[in-house]
C-alpha cells in the first residue's frame, strides 16, 4: 500500500541553527500538505501545494519557514532559525487533488525538539 | 472564522463499553466533516466522513452523523477494544474546500 514517507523522524537541533524536513507523498497525489501539530493539540495548515505552486501559506511564518516543491512530488520545509516555540510534530499530507472529495493520507511525522 | 470543539480527553473505558466522543463546530457554508485516528507512533488515519446533513459516516464500529440544526458530529462505538486506544481527532474543511482544521484531539484508553 502506498504511503507517504517523511524523513527524519525525530530532529533534535539548538535555537538558532537550520533544520530541514522532506516529504514524498505518494505517487500521484497533485496535492500537498505541511502541518504543525503541538503538543496537545490538532494539526494546524502551514502549507499547502498544488503541483509546485502553493495554494495557501497564510499560516506560513514567512520569516523563518520556507517551504518548496520544485518538480511537483517531494518537498521539503525549512526552518531558519529555529526557535523553542517551533518543538513540534510536523505532518506531511497528500491527495490526489485539493477538496474535501479527496482523501488526505498523512505521513508519520517529522517530531522536532529545539533546545 | 471556521473552527472545530471536541470534548477534552483523557477518556478511559473498560473493554466492551460504548463510547461517545463529542464534537461541534462553526463554520460557514456546509463543510464536511472527519474523524481521524492516531495510533501511538503512526500518522493520522481516516476514520469516518460526512459530505452533508444527515449523512451518516462509518466506519470500523465507529459511527458519527452530521447533525446540521446541532452543528454536531459525534463519534460512537458500541463495543471499544483495547486496540482503539488512540487519540482521535474531528475535522472540517476549511472555507477554501481544502485545507482541513481540527480540533484538538482526544483521547481514548481502553483496559482489558
Known amino acids: 500500500e502506498a504511503e507517504v514517507a517523511q524523513s527524519p523522524r525525530y530532529k533534535i537541533t539548538e535555537k538558532s541553527q537550520a533544520v530541514a524536513f522532506w516529504c514524498d507523498p505518494i505517487?500521484?497525489?497533485?496535492?500537498l500538505y505541511w502541518y504543525r501539530q503541538i503538543l496537545g493539540q490538532g494539526p494546524e495548515l502551514l502549507v499547502q501545494?498544488?503541483?509546485?505552486?502553493?495554494?495557501?501559506d497564510s499560516q506560513l511564518p514567512k520569516d523563518r519557514f520556507s517551504a518548496e516543491r520544485l518538480k511537483g512530488v517531494d518537498s521539503t520545509l525549512k526552518i531558519q532559525p529555529a526557535e523553542l516555540g517551533d518543538s513540534a510534530m510536523y505532518l506531511c499530507?497528500?491527495?490526489?487533488?485539493?477538496?474535501?472529495?479527496?482523501?488526505?493520507?498523512f505521513g508519520p511525522g517529522t517530531r522536532l525538539t529545539v533546545t | 472564522g471556521d473552527s472545530v470543539t471536541q470534548m477534552e480527553g483523557p477518556v478511559t473505558l473498560s473493554e466492551e463499553a460504548f463510547l461517545t466522543i463529542n464534537c461541534t463546530y462553526t463554520?460557514?457554508?456546509?463543510?464536511?466533516l472527519f474523524w481521524y485516528v492516531q495510533y501511538p507512533g503512526e500518522g493520522l488515519q481516516l476514520l469516518l466522513k460526512?459530505?452533508?446533513?444527515?449523512d451518516k459516516g462509518s466506519n470500523k464500529g465507529f459511527e458519527a452523523t452530521y447533525r446540521k440544526e446541532t452543528t454536531s458530529f459525534h463519534l460512537e462505538k458500541g463495543s471499544v477494544q483495547v486496540s482503539d486506544s488512540a487519540v482521535y481527532f474531528c475535522?472540517?474543511?476549511?472555507?477554501?474546500?481544502?485545507?482541513?482544521?481540527f480540533g484538538k484531539g482526544t483521547t481514548l484508553s481502553v483496559s482489558s
Open positions: 499530507a497528500s491527495s490526489l487533488e485539493g477538496g474535501a472529495s479527496y482523501e488526505q493520507y
Open positions: 505517487s500521484g497525489h497533485a496535492t
Open positions: 501545494f498544488q503541483d509546485e505552486s502553493v495554494v495557501d
Open positions: 463554520a460557514t457554508g456546509y463543510p464536511s
Open positions: 460526512a459530505t452533508k446533513a444527515d
Open positions: 475535522a472540517l474543511d476549511g472555507q477554501a474546500g481544502t485545507a482541513l482544521i
